[in-house]
């Protein structure tokens, strides 16, 4: 397969717990770098505002780097992060529709986590955050437990947004592919 096709046929909703491991660690890596390289970017005072663009293809670049790094470094090794798509030619109608249908209610499901993760991942460690308010304990150096919950606070729901979007996207292909299969299959056993 090119690897053109292959970035075009990726589907969120076919990662292993591997797959979705990597995936987690490279956004953990991705503000890690973040976390690196903010004190750098920062406007200095009465200079001018630092160079945003380069400070955010740095943290994408480290998080997508990661991942794709991840993805062939795994795949030397035998394991797989994205599960093969089944041979549509060797199913009878009944599997590949039930296929089509687990796929399509795993993406629902996927999309439903990263919705409640939006407004969860910004209550939950505001809570945590004022809960622990007066403790001092340095998690990192110079980070304390209430500046972690607040930065938990900040970036969950941008990571439940953006996979909300990438699910969407594979609710739809899943919704399409299902109907054009369920059309076929009934054009089939019409004759």
């Not at 009465?46 to 663009?53: A, I, Q, V």
């Not at 209550?123 to 001092?136: K, N």
């Not at 607040?150 to 699910?167: D, E, H, N, R, Y």
Request: proline residues 4%; positive net charge.
């Amino acid at each position: 397969m090119v690897w053109r096709d292959e970035i075009g046929n990726f589907d969120m909703s076919r990662l292993t717990l591997v797959g979705w491991l990597v995936f987690l660690f490279s956004i953990a890596v991705a503000i890690g770098v973040g976390l690196v390289l903010g004190p750098m970017f920062a406007p200095q005072e009465g200079g001018r505002p630092s160079r945003y663009g380069v400070f955010s293809i740095a943290v994408l670049g480290s998080g997508l780097g990661t991942f794709f790094a991840a993805k062939w470094g795994l795949g030397l090794a035998g394991l797989k992060l994205v599960r093969v798509k089944a041979g549509v030619a060797s199913q009878s109608d009944a599997e590949s529709l039930g296929e089509l249908q687990r796929q399509l209610t795993r993406s629902v499901r996927l999309r439903r986590f990263f919705l409640l993760l939006m407004p969860l991942g910004f209550l939950a460690p505001c809570g945590l955050g004022l809960g622990t308010a007066d403790i001092d304990i340095e998690v990192v150096d110079g980070l304390t437990l209430p500046q972690l919950f607040l930065l938990l606070s900040v970036t969950l729901p941008f990571i439940g947004l953006a996979g909300w979007m990438l699910m969407r996207g594979d609710a739809q292909t899943h919704t399409r592919a299902l109907h054009d299969a369920e059309k076929a299959a009934a054009a089939r056993n019409s004759r």
